[in-house]
Protein backbone atom coordinates (compact mmCIF):
# COMPACT_ATOMS: atom_id res chain seq x y z
CA UNK A 1 0.00 0.00 0.00
CA UNK A 2 2.94 2.41 -0.71
CA UNK A 3 1.75 4.99 -2.79
CA UNK A 4 3.92 8.23 -3.62
CA UNK A 5 1.92 11.15 -3.67
CA UNK A 6 2.66 14.31 -2.06
CA UNK A 7 0.51 15.24 0.80
CA UNK A 8 -1.16 18.02 -0.55
CA UNK A 9 -1.26 20.98 2.24
CA UNK A 10 -4.74 21.91 4.01
CA UNK A 11 -5.30 24.67 1.85
CA UNK A 12 -5.17 23.10 -1.34
CA UNK A 13 -8.60 20.79 -0.36
CA UNK A 14 -11.19 22.88 -1.06
CA UNK A 15 -15.01 20.93 -0.91
CA UNK A 16 -16.93 21.36 -3.84
CA UNK A 17 -18.77 24.59 -4.68
CA UNK A 18 -21.68 23.52 -6.58
CA UNK A 19 -23.86 23.65 -3.31
CA UNK A 20 -27.05 23.62 -5.59
CA UNK A 21 -25.72 20.82 -7.66
CA UNK A 22 -25.46 18.54 -4.60
CA UNK A 23 -28.58 19.34 -3.49
CA UNK A 24 -30.49 18.23 -6.73
CA UNK A 25 -28.35 15.05 -6.60
CA UNK A 26 -29.78 14.20 -3.35
CA UNK A 27 -33.10 14.93 -4.41
CA UNK A 28 -32.69 13.01 -7.51
CA UNK A 29 -30.83 10.00 -5.00
CA UNK A 30 -34.27 9.97 -3.08
CA UNK A 31 -36.48 9.85 -6.22
CA UNK A 32 -34.76 7.08 -7.20
CA UNK A 33 -35.09 5.17 -4.43
CA UNK A 34 -39.18 6.25 -4.41
CA UNK A 35 -39.25 5.02 -7.42
CA UNK A 36 -38.01 1.62 -7.33
CA UNK A 37 -38.58 0.55 -4.08
CA UNK A 38 -41.75 3.00 -3.29
CA UNK A 39 -44.28 -0.29 -4.17
CA UNK A 40 -42.95 -1.61 -0.76
CA UNK A 41 -45.22 0.56 1.75
CA UNK A 42 -47.70 -2.00 -0.06
CA UNK A 43 -46.01 -5.51 0.66
CA UNK A 44 -46.86 -7.78 3.34
CA UNK A 45 -44.36 -9.30 5.74
CA UNK A 46 -43.07 -12.65 4.74
CA UNK A 47 -42.70 -15.69 6.60
CA UNK A 48 -39.07 -16.22 6.39
CA UNK A 49 -37.33 -14.10 9.85
CA UNK A 50 -40.34 -11.24 9.58
CA UNK A 51 -42.11 -13.43 11.84
CA UNK A 52 -39.59 -13.90 14.67
CA UNK A 53 -38.24 -10.57 14.21
CA UNK A 54 -41.71 -8.53 14.24
CA UNK A 55 -45.19 -10.51 12.88
CA UNK A 56 -45.23 -12.95 15.76
CA UNK A 57 -42.53 -11.68 18.48
CA UNK A 58 -44.77 -10.07 21.23
CA UNK A 59 -41.97 -8.38 22.95
CA UNK A 60 -41.13 -6.74 19.80
CA UNK A 61 -45.22 -5.82 19.09
CA UNK A 62 -45.49 -4.43 22.73
CA UNK A 63 -44.05 -1.19 21.38
CA UNK A 64 -40.90 0.93 22.72
CA UNK A 65 -40.08 0.90 26.67
CA UNK A 66 -37.63 1.00 29.24
CA UNK A 67 -37.90 -2.43 29.87
CA UNK A 68 -37.72 -3.49 26.36
CA UNK A 69 -34.82 -1.74 25.40
CA UNK A 70 -33.40 -2.96 28.24
CA UNK A 71 -34.01 -6.40 26.97
CA UNK A 72 -32.95 -5.93 23.73
CA UNK A 73 -29.46 -5.20 25.63
CA UNK A 74 -28.59 -7.92 27.30
CA UNK A 75 -30.70 -10.50 24.76
CA UNK A 76 -30.03 -12.01 21.23
CA UNK A 77 -32.88 -10.99 18.57
CA UNK A 78 -32.85 -13.81 16.12
CA UNK A 79 -29.67 -15.48 17.09
CA UNK A 80 -28.25 -11.54 16.83
CA UNK A 81 -27.13 -8.98 19.32
CA UNK A 82 -28.31 -5.71 17.69
CA UNK A 83 -30.47 -3.93 19.94
CA UNK A 84 -30.32 -0.55 17.71
CA UNK A 85 -31.96 -2.39 15.05
CA UNK A 86 -34.60 -4.38 17.70
CA UNK A 87 -35.58 -0.86 19.27
CA UNK A 88 -36.21 0.40 15.70
CA UNK A 89 -38.61 -2.36 15.25
CA UNK A 90 -40.44 -1.84 18.35
CA UNK A 91 -40.51 1.75 17.55
CA UNK A 92 -42.12 0.41 14.46
CA UNK A 93 -44.85 -1.65 15.99
CA UNK A 94 -45.53 1.30 18.55
CA UNK A 95 -46.35 3.72 15.66
CA UNK A 96 -47.76 1.41 12.90
CA UNK A 97 -48.96 -1.68 14.83
CA UNK A 98 -48.75 -4.72 12.34
CA UNK A 99 -49.29 -2.72 9.01
CA UNK A 100 -46.51 -4.29 7.06
CA UNK A 101 -46.53 -0.74 4.61
CA UNK A 102 -45.51 1.11 8.33
CA UNK A 103 -42.07 -0.89 8.46
CA UNK A 104 -41.48 -1.11 4.64
CA UNK A 105 -41.68 2.63 4.79
CA UNK A 106 -38.92 2.85 7.34
CA UNK A 107 -36.08 0.78 5.30
CA UNK A 108 -37.14 2.76 2.63
CA UNK A 109 -36.18 5.87 4.82
CA UNK A 110 -32.88 4.89 6.06
CA UNK A 111 -31.47 3.73 2.72
CA UNK A 112 -32.71 7.06 0.71
CA UNK A 113 -30.46 8.73 3.15
CA UNK A 114 -27.89 6.19 3.30
CA UNK A 115 -27.30 6.68 -0.61
CA UNK A 116 -27.15 10.54 0.11
CA UNK A 117 -24.69 9.97 2.99
CA UNK A 118 -22.28 7.83 0.92
CA UNK A 119 -22.53 10.94 -2.10
CA UNK A 120 -21.89 13.27 0.23
CA UNK A 121 -18.86 11.08 1.75
CA UNK A 122 -17.30 11.15 -1.65
CA UNK A 123 -17.63 14.52 -2.44
CA UNK A 124 -15.79 15.62 0.61
CA UNK A 125 -13.58 12.95 0.00
CA UNK A 126 -12.42 13.70 -3.56
CA UNK A 127 -13.95 16.46 -4.40
CA UNK A 128 -15.16 14.98 -7.48
CA UNK A 129 -18.75 15.89 -7.73
CA UNK A 130 -20.32 13.59 -10.61
CA UNK A 131 -17.84 10.31 -10.13
CA UNK A 132 -19.54 10.77 -6.61
CA UNK A 133 -22.82 10.58 -7.72
CA UNK A 134 -22.64 7.83 -10.39
CA UNK A 135 -20.81 5.94 -7.69
CA UNK A 136 -23.98 6.80 -5.53
CA UNK A 137 -26.18 6.12 -8.11
CA UNK A 138 -25.50 2.62 -8.47
CA UNK A 139 -25.38 2.14 -4.54
CA UNK A 140 -29.04 3.68 -4.48
CA UNK A 141 -31.03 1.54 -6.99
CA UNK A 142 -28.35 -1.43 -8.13
CA UNK A 143 -30.65 -4.59 -7.99
CA UNK A 144 -28.64 -6.14 -5.33
CA UNK A 145 -29.92 -3.40 -2.88
CA UNK A 146 -33.14 -4.94 -3.17
CA UNK A 147 -33.06 -7.98 -0.46
CA UNK A 148 -31.89 -5.64 2.14
CA UNK A 149 -34.71 -2.92 1.19
CA UNK A 150 -37.49 -5.21 0.21
CA UNK A 151 -37.27 -7.30 3.40
CA UNK A 152 -38.41 -5.91 6.96
CA UNK A 153 -36.06 -8.29 8.78
CA UNK A 154 -33.05 -6.54 6.86
CA UNK A 155 -33.48 -3.35 8.76
CA UNK A 156 -30.11 -4.43 10.30
CA UNK A 157 -28.65 -3.86 6.77
CA UNK A 158 -30.13 -0.11 6.30
CA UNK A 159 -29.66 1.14 9.80
CA UNK A 160 -26.17 -0.33 9.93
CA UNK A 161 -25.46 1.20 6.72
CA UNK A 162 -26.67 4.66 7.71
CA UNK A 163 -24.03 4.92 10.28
CA UNK A 164 -21.32 3.25 8.34
CA UNK A 165 -21.71 6.43 6.08
CA UNK A 166 -21.76 8.80 9.09
CA UNK A 167 -18.89 6.89 10.91
CA UNK A 168 -17.17 7.73 7.61
CA UNK A 169 -17.82 10.98 7.40
CA UNK A 170 -17.31 11.73 10.92
CA UNK A 171 -13.72 10.59 10.46
CA UNK A 172 -13.17 12.26 7.54
CA UNK A 173 -14.09 15.49 9.41
CA UNK A 174 -11.56 14.40 12.15
CA UNK A 175 -8.74 13.76 10.08
CA UNK A 176 -9.22 17.05 7.65
CA UNK A 177 -10.75 19.61 10.29
CA UNK A 178 -8.44 18.58 13.45
CA UNK A 179 -8.24 15.60 15.11
CA UNK A 180 -9.52 16.36 18.33
CA UNK A 181 -10.52 14.23 21.28
CA UNK A 182 -14.97 15.37 20.81
CA UNK A 183 -14.25 14.47 16.79
CA UNK A 184 -12.33 11.37 17.81
CA UNK A 185 -15.53 10.74 20.58
CA UNK A 186 -18.30 11.52 17.74
CA UNK A 187 -16.46 8.63 15.13
CA UNK A 188 -16.57 5.71 18.23
CA UNK A 189 -20.18 6.47 19.13
CA UNK A 190 -21.01 6.51 15.52
CA UNK A 191 -19.38 3.21 15.44
CA UNK A 192 -20.73 2.00 18.25
CA UNK A 193 -23.94 2.54 17.14
CA UNK A 194 -22.93 0.87 13.66
CA UNK A 195 -21.99 -2.52 15.35
CA UNK A 196 -25.41 -2.70 17.62
CA UNK A 197 -27.42 -2.08 14.62
CA UNK A 198 -25.28 -5.36 12.43
CA UNK A 199 -22.16 -6.80 13.38
CA UNK A 200 -21.00 -6.64 9.75
CA UNK A 201 -19.81 -3.87 10.46
CA UNK A 202 -16.71 -5.08 12.78
CA UNK A 203 -14.48 -4.53 8.85
CA UNK A 204 -15.07 -0.57 9.49
CA UNK A 205 -11.40 0.08 10.88
CA UNK A 206 -10.32 -2.15 8.02
CA UNK A 207 -12.12 0.89 5.72
CA UNK A 208 -10.39 3.53 7.48
CA UNK A 209 -6.89 2.11 7.14
CA UNK A 210 -7.68 1.57 3.22
CA UNK A 211 -8.95 5.37 3.15
CA UNK A 212 -6.13 6.75 5.24
CA UNK A 213 -3.96 5.86 1.68
CA UNK A 214 -6.21 6.78 -0.70
CA UNK A 215 -8.01 9.61 -0.64
CA UNK A 216 -6.80 10.56 2.59
CA UNK A 217 -3.85 10.22 2.12
CA UNK A 218 -1.66 9.70 5.59
CA UNK A 219 -0.08 6.95 5.17
CA UNK A 220 3.41 8.31 3.72
CA UNK A 221 6.31 9.70 4.92
CA UNK A 222 5.83 13.09 6.63
CA UNK A 223 7.72 15.81 4.29
CA UNK A 224 10.58 16.68 6.83
CA UNK A 225 10.92 13.23 6.98
CA UNK A 226 10.46 13.02 10.83
CA UNK A 227 8.32 9.58 10.59
CA UNK A 228 9.25 6.89 8.10
CA UNK A 229 6.52 4.84 5.92
CA UNK A 230 6.37 2.07 8.88
CA UNK A 231 5.98 4.13 11.91
CA UNK A 232 3.26 6.29 10.32
CA UNK A 233 1.58 3.08 9.54
CA UNK A 234 2.19 2.24 12.64
CA UNK A 235 0.69 4.88 14.06
CA UNK A 236 -2.61 5.06 12.02
CA UNK A 237 -3.13 1.28 13.35
CA UNK A 238 -2.75 2.49 16.79
CA UNK A 239 -4.99 5.10 16.31
CA UNK A 240 -7.39 2.76 15.64
CA UNK A 241 -6.98 0.34 18.41
CA UNK A 242 -10.38 0.59 20.18
CA UNK A 243 -12.23 0.58 17.42
CA UNK A 244 -10.06 -2.82 16.19
CA UNK A 245 -10.98 -3.99 19.57
CA UNK A 246 -14.46 -2.63 19.61
CA UNK A 247 -14.71 -5.16 16.61
CA UNK A 248 -12.68 -7.91 18.07
CA UNK A 249 -15.50 -7.66 20.92
CA UNK A 250 -18.46 -8.15 18.47
CA UNK A 251 -16.75 -10.72 16.91
CA UNK A 252 -17.00 -12.77 20.23
CA UNK A 253 -21.05 -11.61 20.83
CA UNK A 254 -22.00 -12.76 17.42
CA UNK A 255 -19.85 -15.93 17.16
CA UNK A 256 -21.62 -16.85 20.77
CA UNK A 257 -25.33 -15.41 19.71
CA UNK A 258 -24.65 -17.59 16.23
CA UNK A 259 -23.27 -20.56 17.50
CA UNK A 260 -26.62 -22.72 17.19
CA UNK A 261 -27.53 -22.03 13.73
CA UNK A 262 -23.56 -22.77 12.50
CA UNK A 263 -23.35 -25.95 10.74
CA UNK A 264 -20.32 -28.19 12.15
CA UNK A 265 -16.71 -28.09 10.27
CA UNK A 266 -18.03 -32.08 9.82
CA UNK A 267 -21.21 -31.02 8.02
CA UNK A 268 -19.43 -28.64 5.81
CA UNK A 269 -15.36 -29.37 5.78
CA UNK A 270 -13.05 -26.21 5.53
CA UNK A 271 -12.06 -27.16 1.97
CA UNK A 272 -15.46 -27.11 0.64
CA UNK A 273 -16.01 -23.58 2.79
CA UNK A 274 -12.34 -21.77 1.43
CA UNK A 275 -13.97 -23.42 -1.95
CA UNK A 276 -17.23 -21.68 -1.76
CA UNK A 277 -15.77 -18.61 -0.63
CA UNK A 278 -13.64 -17.73 -3.85
CA UNK A 279 -16.74 -18.92 -5.70
CA UNK A 280 -18.69 -16.45 -3.84
CA UNK A 281 -16.72 -13.86 -4.60
CA UNK A 282 -16.55 -14.21 -8.21
CA UNK A 283 -20.18 -14.34 -8.17
CA UNK A 284 -20.72 -11.22 -6.45
CA UNK A 285 -18.74 -9.54 -8.66
CA UNK A 286 -20.70 -10.72 -11.47
CA UNK A 287 -24.00 -10.24 -10.27
CA UNK A 288 -22.55 -6.43 -9.82
CA UNK A 289 -21.77 -6.12 -13.12
CA UNK A 290 -24.99 -8.23 -14.50
CA UNK A 291 -27.28 -9.15 -12.07
CA UNK A 292 -29.94 -11.59 -13.52
CA UNK A 293 -31.33 -14.67 -11.49
CA UNK A 294 -31.01 -12.66 -8.24
CA UNK A 295 -33.13 -14.64 -5.71
CA UNK A 296 -33.90 -14.40 -1.96
CA UNK A 297 -31.73 -17.53 -1.51
CA UNK A 298 -28.84 -19.49 -2.71
CA UNK A 299 -27.99 -23.22 -1.86
CA UNK A 300 -25.23 -24.31 -0.54
CA UNK A 301 -23.56 -26.86 -3.12
CA UNK A 302 -23.89 -30.31 -1.92
CA UNK A 303 -20.45 -31.41 -2.98
CA UNK A 304 -17.24 -29.89 -3.35
CA UNK A 305 -16.66 -27.22 -5.88
CA UNK A 306 -15.37 -28.63 -9.53
CA UNK A 307 -11.93 -28.03 -10.28
CA UNK A 308 -12.75 -26.08 -13.24
CA UNK A 309 -14.69 -23.40 -11.28
CA UNK A 310 -12.48 -23.24 -8.05
CA UNK A 311 -9.74 -22.57 -10.81
CA UNK A 312 -11.03 -20.25 -12.61
CA UNK A 313 -12.70 -18.80 -9.61
CA UNK A 314 -8.89 -18.29 -8.05
CA UNK A 315 -7.62 -17.22 -11.36
CA UNK A 316 -9.61 -14.57 -11.77
CA UNK A 317 -9.51 -13.32 -7.91
CA UNK A 318 -5.69 -13.16 -8.22
CA UNK A 319 -5.90 -11.48 -11.74
CA UNK A 320 -7.16 -8.59 -10.67
CA UNK A 321 -5.95 -8.35 -6.98
CA UNK A 322 -2.12 -8.25 -8.99
CA UNK A 323 -3.48 -5.38 -11.26
CA UNK A 324 -4.79 -3.34 -8.35
CA UNK A 325 -1.19 -3.68 -6.28
CA UNK A 326 0.52 -3.01 -9.63
CA UNK A 327 -1.77 0.30 -10.28
CA UNK A 328 -1.82 1.85 -6.23
CA UNK A 329 0.58 4.64 -7.28
CA UNK A 330 -1.28 5.40 -10.53
CA UNK A 331 -4.86 5.04 -9.92
CA UNK A 332 -5.17 4.12 -5.68
CA UNK A 333 -8.60 4.09 -5.83
CA UNK A 334 -8.62 0.97 -8.34
CA UNK A 335 -6.26 -0.63 -5.18
CA UNK A 336 -8.57 1.01 -1.97
CA UNK A 337 -12.17 0.10 -4.10
CA UNK A 338 -11.37 -3.59 -4.84
CA UNK A 339 -9.55 -4.63 -1.02
CA UNK A 340 -12.57 -2.71 0.23
CA UNK A 341 -14.76 -5.28 -1.42
CA UNK A 342 -12.41 -8.06 -0.57
CA UNK A 343 -12.10 -6.79 2.86
CA UNK A 344 -16.24 -5.95 3.86
CA UNK A 345 -17.04 -9.73 2.65
CA UNK A 346 -14.88 -11.47 4.63
CA UNK A 347 -17.15 -11.94 7.60
CA UNK A 348 -20.06 -13.00 5.29
CA UNK A 349 -18.01 -14.70 2.73
CA UNK A 350 -18.26 -18.70 4.35
CA UNK A 351 -15.73 -19.26 6.32
CA UNK A 352 -17.69 -19.42 9.96
CA UNK A 353 -20.93 -20.68 7.82
CA UNK A 354 -24.13 -19.46 9.00
CA UNK A 355 -27.28 -20.99 8.00
CA UNK A 356 -27.66 -22.99 4.44
CA UNK A 357 -26.70 -20.29 2.11
CA UNK A 358 -23.88 -19.99 -0.26
CA UNK A 359 -24.62 -16.09 -1.03
CA UNK A 360 -27.27 -13.43 -0.02
CA UNK A 361 -27.90 -10.37 -2.11
CA UNK A 362 -27.89 -8.40 1.36
CA UNK A 363 -24.16 -9.30 1.92
CA UNK A 364 -22.96 -6.38 -0.52
CA UNK A 365 -24.58 -4.03 0.68
CA UNK A 366 -21.73 -2.10 1.35
CA UNK A 367 -18.99 -4.02 0.30
CA UNK A 368 -20.23 -3.17 -3.40
CA UNK A 369 -19.31 0.35 -2.66
CA UNK A 370 -15.83 -0.17 -3.31
CA UNK A 371 -16.32 -2.01 -6.50
CA UNK A 372 -18.25 1.00 -7.31
CA UNK A 373 -15.65 3.87 -6.02
CA UNK A 374 -12.68 1.03 -8.33
CA UNK A 375 -15.05 1.11 -11.32
CA UNK A 376 -16.13 4.53 -11.80
CA UNK A 377 -12.65 6.50 -10.99
CA UNK A 378 -11.00 4.44 -13.49
CA UNK A 379 -13.61 5.08 -15.65
CA UNK A 380 -13.30 9.16 -14.96
CA UNK A 381 -9.19 8.43 -15.54
CA UNK A 382 -10.02 7.50 -18.84
CA UNK A 383 -12.31 9.58 -19.61
CA UNK A 384 -9.70 12.47 -19.28
CA UNK A 385 -7.69 11.07 -21.49
CA UNK A 386 -10.67 10.98 -24.24
CA UNK A 387 -12.40 14.43 -23.79
CA UNK A 388 -13.91 14.16 -26.58
CA UNK A 389 -16.34 11.18 -25.46
CA UNK A 390 -17.92 12.70 -22.47
CA UNK A 391 -21.21 12.95 -25.02
CA UNK A 392 -21.25 9.00 -25.13
CA UNK A 393 -20.33 8.40 -21.79
CA UNK A 394 -23.35 10.76 -20.35
CA UNK A 395 -25.41 8.39 -22.38
CA UNK A 396 -23.30 5.18 -21.50
CA UNK A 397 -23.82 5.89 -17.50
CA UNK A 398 -27.86 7.21 -18.24
CA UNK A 399 -28.13 3.23 -19.92
CA UNK A 400 -26.48 1.76 -16.97
CA UNK A 401 -28.53 3.58 -14.58
CA UNK A 402 -31.86 2.74 -16.23
CA UNK A 403 -31.47 -1.09 -16.38
CA UNK A 404 -30.45 -1.07 -12.71
CA UNK A 405 -33.56 1.42 -12.19
CA UNK A 406 -35.63 -1.17 -14.63
CA UNK A 407 -34.33 -4.52 -13.10
CA UNK A 408 -34.44 -3.12 -9.38
CA UNK A 409 -38.18 -2.37 -9.78
CA UNK A 410 -38.82 -5.86 -11.27
CA UNK A 411 -36.61 -7.05 -8.83
CA UNK A 412 -38.64 -5.56 -6.04
CA UNK A 413 -42.40 -6.60 -7.17
CA UNK A 414 -40.89 -10.42 -6.19
CA UNK A 415 -41.10 -9.10 -2.80
CA UNK A 416 -44.84 -8.83 -2.64
CA UNK A 417 -45.81 -11.73 -0.30
CA UNK A 418 -44.82 -15.07 0.55
CA UNK A 419 -46.56 -16.24 -2.64
CA UNK A 420 -44.89 -14.03 -5.29
CA UNK A 421 -41.18 -13.88 -3.30
CA UNK A 422 -41.20 -18.27 -3.18
CA UNK A 423 -42.25 -18.87 -6.31
CA UNK A 424 -39.69 -16.67 -7.52
CA UNK A 425 -37.48 -18.48 -5.45
CA UNK A 426 -38.56 -22.11 -7.43
CA UNK A 427 -38.15 -20.56 -10.94
CA UNK A 428 -34.62 -19.71 -10.43
CA UNK A 429 -33.81 -22.65 -8.29
CA UNK A 430 -35.65 -25.52 -9.09
CA UNK A 431 -33.81 -28.56 -7.01
CA UNK A 432 -33.48 -26.69 -3.81
CA UNK A 433 -35.98 -28.29 -1.27
CA UNK A 434 -36.38 -25.25 0.73
CA UNK A 435 -37.66 -23.38 -1.93
CA UNK A 436 -40.25 -25.64 -2.50
CA UNK A 437 -41.16 -26.42 1.16
CA UNK A 438 -41.56 -22.70 1.38
CA UNK A 439 -43.88 -22.35 -1.38
CA UNK A 440 -46.11 -24.80 -0.27
CA UNK A 441 -46.34 -23.11 3.17
CA UNK A 442 -47.13 -19.86 0.90
CA UNK A 443 -50.08 -21.74 -0.80
CA UNK A 444 -51.37 -23.90 2.43
CA UNK A 445 -52.05 -20.33 4.03
CA UNK A 446 -53.67 -18.99 0.93
CA UNK A 447 -56.24 -22.30 1.21
CA UNK A 448 -54.87 -23.67 -1.83
CA UNK A 449 -54.07 -27.34 -0.44
CA UNK A 450 -53.62 -29.17 -3.36
CA UNK A 451 -50.92 -27.43 -5.01
CA UNK A 452 -48.97 -26.99 -1.25
CA UNK A 453 -49.31 -30.77 -1.30
CA UNK A 454 -47.52 -31.20 -4.89
CA UNK A 455 -44.63 -28.83 -3.61
CA UNK A 456 -44.43 -30.77 -0.28
CA UNK A 457 -44.35 -33.94 -2.26
CA UNK A 458 -41.51 -32.61 -4.42
CA UNK A 459 -39.39 -31.43 -1.66
CA UNK A 460 -39.93 -34.80 -0.34
CA UNK A 461 -38.34 -36.34 -3.43
CA UNK A 462 -35.31 -34.05 -3.35
CA UNK A 463 -34.62 -33.88 0.42
CA UNK A 464 -36.62 -37.34 1.60
CA UNK A 465 -34.67 -36.52 4.97
CA UNK A 466 -35.77 -33.09 5.56
CA UNK A 467 -37.17 -32.91 8.69
CA UNK A 468 -39.29 -29.63 7.45
CA UNK A 469 -41.25 -31.95 5.06
CA UNK A 470 -42.32 -34.10 7.86
CA UNK A 471 -43.52 -31.51 9.83
CA UNK A 472 -45.59 -29.50 7.10
CA UNK A 473 -47.28 -32.91 6.36
CA UNK A 474 -48.16 -33.10 10.15
CA UNK A 475 -49.67 -29.97 9.95
CA UNK A 476 -51.56 -30.39 6.88
CA UNK A 477 -52.68 -33.66 8.38
CA UNK A 478 -54.13 -31.90 11.54
CA UNK A 479 -56.01 -29.31 10.12
CA UNK A 480 -57.65 -32.14 8.06
CA UNK A 481 -58.19 -33.67 11.54
CA UNK A 482 -56.06 -36.68 11.14
CA UNK A 483 -54.35 -35.91 15.12
CA UNK A 484 -52.65 -39.69 15.35
CA UNK A 485 -51.13 -39.40 11.42
CA UNK A 486 -50.03 -36.17 12.16
CA UNK A 487 -48.10 -36.79 15.43
CA UNK A 488 -46.42 -39.59 13.26
CA UNK A 489 -45.13 -37.72 11.02
CA UNK A 490 -44.24 -34.57 13.34
CA UNK A 491 -42.25 -37.69 15.43
CA UNK A 492 -40.50 -38.35 12.40
CA UNK A 493 -39.18 -34.82 11.97
CA UNK A 494 -38.07 -34.53 15.90
CA UNK A 495 -36.12 -38.04 14.97
CA UNK A 496 -34.35 -36.32 12.06
CA UNK A 497 -33.66 -33.09 13.81
CA UNK A 498 -33.63 -33.53 17.84
CA UNK A 499 -32.40 -30.11 18.71
CA UNK A 500 -35.12 -28.42 16.53
CA UNK A 501 -37.02 -25.82 19.28
CA UNK A 502 -39.99 -25.51 16.58
CA UNK A 503 -40.72 -28.86 15.55
CA UNK A 504 -40.53 -29.61 19.30
CA UNK A 505 -43.22 -27.24 20.22
CA UNK A 506 -45.56 -27.82 17.50
CA UNK A 507 -45.36 -32.04 18.94
CA UNK A 508 -46.10 -30.59 21.94
CA UNK A 509 -49.58 -29.17 20.91
CA UNK A 510 -50.72 -32.55 18.83
CA UNK A 511 -49.65 -34.36 22.00
CA UNK A 512 -51.97 -31.96 24.30
CA UNK A 513 -55.06 -31.89 22.15
CA UNK A 514 -54.25 -35.83 21.72
CA UNK A 515 -55.17 -35.61 26.00
CA UNK A 516 -51.08 -36.62 25.72
CA UNK A 517 -50.35 -33.93 27.96
CA UNK A 518 -47.64 -35.76 30.21
CA UNK A 519 -45.60 -36.14 26.59
CA UNK A 520 -46.40 -32.47 25.92
CA UNK A 521 -44.49 -31.11 29.11
CA UNK A 522 -41.40 -33.47 28.56
CA UNK A 523 -40.98 -31.67 24.78
CA UNK A 524 -41.96 -28.31 25.98
CA UNK A 525 -39.29 -28.66 29.38
CA UNK A 526 -36.58 -29.49 26.09
CA UNK A 527 -37.65 -26.68 23.93
CA UNK A 528 -36.87 -24.42 27.24
CA UNK A 529 -33.68 -25.75 27.44
CA UNK A 530 -33.15 -25.37 23.59
CA UNK A 531 -34.26 -22.17 23.99
CA UNK A 532 -34.57 -20.48 27.00
CA UNK A 533 -35.98 -17.13 26.00
CA UNK A 534 -38.93 -18.08 23.95
CA UNK A 535 -41.72 -16.94 25.71
CA UNK A 536 -44.20 -18.56 23.70
CA UNK A 537 -43.37 -21.83 24.74
CA UNK A 538 -42.74 -20.79 28.53
CA UNK A 539 -45.99 -19.73 28.54
CA UNK A 540 -47.55 -22.93 27.04
CA UNK A 541 -45.68 -25.09 29.15
CA UNK A 542 -46.90 -23.48 32.80
CA UNK A 543 -50.28 -23.43 30.98
CA UNK A 544 -50.12 -27.28 30.50
CA UNK A 545 -48.98 -27.76 34.43
CA UNK A 546 -51.87 -25.10 35.60
CA UNK A 547 -54.71 -26.66 33.96
CA UNK A 548 -53.49 -30.55 33.92
CA UNK A 549 -53.42 -32.86 36.78
CA UNK A 550 -50.98 -34.14 38.54
CA UNK A 551 -51.37 -37.68 37.05
CA UNK A 552 -51.15 -35.99 33.35
CA UNK A 553 -48.37 -34.06 34.74
CA UNK A 554 -49.50 -31.19 36.30
CA UNK A 555 -47.31 -29.04 38.96
CA UNK A 556 -49.10 -26.26 40.44
CA UNK A 557 -46.38 -24.54 42.17
CA UNK A 558 -43.60 -24.85 38.85
CA UNK A 559 -46.45 -23.28 36.79
CA UNK A 560 -47.14 -20.55 39.37
CA UNK A 561 -43.04 -19.74 39.41
CA UNK A 562 -42.94 -19.94 35.19
CA UNK A 563 -45.76 -17.72 35.13
CA UNK A 564 -44.56 -14.96 37.63
CA UNK A 565 -41.01 -15.18 35.67
CA UNK A 566 -42.66 -14.61 32.65
CA UNK A 567 -45.20 -11.39 33.63
CA UNK A 568 -41.47 -10.01 35.26
CA UNK A 569 -39.42 -10.54 32.20
CA UNK A 570 -42.13 -9.62 29.47
CA UNK A 571 -41.88 -5.68 28.80
CA UNK A 572 -45.40 -5.25 28.93
CA UNK A 573 -47.62 -8.28 30.41
CA UNK A 574 -51.13 -8.53 28.20
CA UNK A 575 -53.86 -10.33 29.10
CA UNK A 576 -52.94 -13.78 28.09
CA UNK A 577 -49.92 -13.01 30.79
CA UNK A 578 -52.21 -12.42 33.62
CA UNK A 579 -54.43 -15.15 32.34
CA UNK A 580 -52.19 -17.78 32.71
CA UNK A 581 -50.61 -16.33 36.32
CA UNK A 582 -54.66 -16.55 37.23
CA UNK A 583 -54.81 -20.34 36.32
CA UNK A 584 -51.48 -21.06 38.24
CA UNK A 585 -52.96 -19.40 41.42
CA UNK A 586 -55.95 -21.52 40.88
CA UNK A 587 -54.26 -25.11 40.31
CA UNK A 588 -51.97 -24.00 43.15
CA UNK A 589 -55.33 -23.19 45.55
CA UNK A 590 -54.17 -19.71 46.15
CA UNK A 591 -57.69 -18.15 44.82
CA UNK A 592 -57.42 -14.74 45.99
CA UNK A 593 -54.26 -14.15 43.86
CA UNK A 594 -55.96 -16.04 41.25
CA UNK A 595 -58.96 -13.64 40.93
CA UNK A 596 -56.81 -10.61 41.05
CA UNK A 597 -55.11 -11.85 38.30
CA UNK A 598 -57.90 -12.66 36.55
CA UNK A 599 -59.85 -9.75 36.57
CA UNK A 600 -56.59 -7.76 35.65
CA UNK A 601 -56.18 -9.99 32.63
CA UNK A 602 -60.17 -9.11 31.47
CA UNK A 603 -59.28 -5.44 31.68
CA UNK A 604 -56.46 -5.90 29.44
CA UNK A 605 -58.61 -7.82 27.02
CA UNK A 606 -61.68 -5.64 26.73
CA UNK A 607 -58.83 -2.83 26.84
CA UNK A 608 -57.36 -4.62 23.32
CA UNK A 609 -61.11 -5.52 21.96
CA UNK A 610 -60.49 -9.21 22.68
CA UNK A 611 -63.63 -10.00 23.15
CA UNK A 612 -63.92 -13.95 22.93
CA UNK A 613 -60.47 -13.82 25.02
CA UNK A 614 -62.51 -11.48 27.65
CA UNK A 615 -65.58 -13.83 27.48
CA UNK A 616 -63.27 -17.03 28.74
CA UNK A 617 -61.80 -15.33 31.40
CA UNK A 618 -64.92 -14.12 32.68
CA UNK A 619 -66.20 -18.38 32.90
CA UNK A 620 -63.02 -18.93 34.59
CA UNK A 621 -63.48 -16.34 37.19
CA UNK A 622 -66.78 -18.14 37.78
CA UNK A 623 -64.91 -20.91 38.26
CA UNK A 624 -62.21 -19.49 40.64
CA UNK A 625 -64.90 -17.95 42.71
CA UNK A 626 -66.50 -21.38 43.41
CA UNK A 627 -63.35 -22.43 44.52
CA UNK A 628 -62.02 -24.67 41.89
CA UNK A 629 -59.05 -24.77 39.36
CA UNK A 630 -59.20 -24.65 35.47
CA UNK A 631 -58.57 -27.77 34.25
CA UNK A 632 -58.36 -28.28 30.23
Known sequence: LEIAMPLPPSSEFRPTAHRSAIVAICGLLL????????????????????????????????GLSLRGALWSLLHFHSYNWHPLTTVTHMLDCQWFGLNAGGHHAGNLILHGVSACLLFLLLVRLTDDLWPS???????????????SVAWVSERKDVLAGLFFFSTLLAYTSYCRKGQTAFRYLLVTLLYLAGLMSKPMLVTLPMVLLLLDVWPLRRWQPL???????????????LEKLPWFLMSAASCAITYFGQNACMPSFE?????????????????????ALWPSGSTIVYPYPSGAASFVALGTAVAILSAISVVAVMCRRKSPYLTIGWFWYLGMLVPVIGIIQVG???????????????????IVWTARDLLKRWPKGRSLTAV????????????????????????TLWSRAVDCTPDFADARIMLSEALYDRKRESEAKDQIEVARRLRPDDPRVHLDLGIMLADAGKTDEAIAEVER???????????????????????????????????????????????????????????NGG??????????????????PGPDEYDLLAAAYASAGQYSKALTAAQRAKELAVAARQNSLAEKIEERIKLYEAGKPYRE
Open 31 to 62: LGVVVVFGQIVRHDFISLDDATYVSKNRLIQN
Open 133 to 147: AVAAAIFDIHPLRVE
Open 223 to 237: RDGAESDRMVGLRLI
Open 267 to 287: RIPVAMRISNAAIAYVGYLKM
Open 356 to 374: VQSMADRYTYLPQVGLSIA
Open 396 to 419: LVAAVLGLCLIAAWRQTAFWKNDL
Open 493 to 551: AVKLQENAAKTQYYLAHLLATAGRKKEAIGYLVHVGSLEPDNVMARQFHAWLLATSTPA
Open 555 to 572: DPHQAVQIAQRTISQVPE
